[in-house]
């Protein structure tokens, strides 16, 4: 599977392992950055795995600041992107099968190194279960104007 990664200083240090992880499963990992632990902009690494994982069907991404919660909201901007922030192995499962999240987010310093590769391997390995979710997941992209 093709993964676009992404991350801010603050999840810098975890998207490494976690890109070790996804080379481990055979993967085929794109890294859009940060590159070092100097201090960046998280929306920049949002917005480079939103575009790409829309411009590549069938692709997944992977986004990592501090909290989390900066990045997930920068990359759900964009239509088409369901960014998950995940803290438990379950709710990474739960945001394949009923949400079809197409981008995993965690927080480098929220969680350890263990728990974000159970919660990557879950992702990866749980698909969406359609169904009853269809609809509602073609509802998230109609805004309160009623626009696509
Ligand atoms: C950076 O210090 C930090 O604010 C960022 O990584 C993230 O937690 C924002 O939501």
């Given at each position: 599977m093709k993964i676009y990664a992404g991350s801010d200083h603050g999840g810098?240090?975890?998207?490494?392992s976690l890109i070790k992880r996804l080379h481990e499963l055979g993967h085929q990992v794109e890294d859009l950055g940060t590159h070092s632990?100097?201090?960046c902009d998280y929306p920049d690494?949002?917005?480079?795995v939103a575009a790409n994982v829309i411009a590549d069907?069938?692709?997944l991404g992977l986004l990592i600041c501090g909290s989390g919660i900066g990045i997930s909201?920068?990359?759900?901007?964009?239509h088409g992107i369901r960014a998950a922030l995940c803290r438990c192995g379950l709710e990474a499962e739960?945001?394949?099968?009923h949400n079809d999240a197409n981008v995993l987010v965690m927080g480098g310093r929220i969680v350890g190194e263990a728990l974000a590769i159970d919660?990557?391997?879950?992702?990866l390995g749980t698909d969406f279960e359609g169904g009853r979710h269809n609809n509602r997941i073609a509802k998230i992209e109609i805004t309160q104007e009623g626009q696509q």
């Open positions: 810098f240090e975890l998207k490494k632990l100097a201090s690494y949002a917005h480079a069907p069938g692709s909201i920068a990359a759900n901007r964009h739960l945001s394949r099968r919660m990557l391997e879950k992702f």
